[in-house]
């Protein structure tokens, strides 16, 4: 499985951006894709994740409302639609998927070992 993520950038706080994450080479059914955040010194955190399965989605609470997470199925394209952007949203996002998965809750919160990763796309929101 390849991921390939685009999108990030600089910006002004309350901007808004728009992540992307192409995936390729998937041999199952369904899968969960997801978008994550670390920023240096600071753990990796699951931001939202999504089933192909139907669609289920999980937000972490601190982005919720400002961000929304969507599929393609027929690209295998996940977006990250990123509103009203803050400060401490700042930090390298990373697109990253796993198979015959449907439960983005977990994905999202316990990255299991055979998760695919994509290479990370900075985001930087700073006046």
């Known amino acids: 499985v390849q991921l390939q993520a685009s999108g990030g950038g600089l910006v002004q706080p309350g901007d808004s951006l728009r992540l992307s994450c192409a995936a390729s080479?998937?041999?199952?059914?369904?899968?969960?894709i997801g978008w994550f955040r670390q920023v240096p010194g600071k753990e990796r955190e699951g931001v939202s994740c999504?089933?192909?399965?139907?669609?289920?989605?999980y937000t972490q609470t601190s982005v919720l409302g400002r961000f929304t997470i969507s599929i393609e199925n027929a690209k295998n394209t996940v977006h990250l639609q990123m509103n009203n952007l803050r400060p401490e949203d700042t930090a390298v996002y990373y697109c990253?998927?796993?198979?015959?998965?449907?439960?983005?809750?977990?994905?999202?919160?316990?990255?299991?070992?055979?998760?695919?990763w994509g290479q990370g796309t900075l985001v930087t929101v700073s006046s």
């Open positions: 990253a998927a796993v198979e015959d998965r449907n439960d983005p809750w977990n994905f999202c919160r316990d990255v299991p070992p055979d998760t695919y």
């Open positions: 080479g998937f041999t199952s059914h369904y899968y969960n």
């Open positions: 999504i089933t192909s399965y139907d669609d289920s989605t």
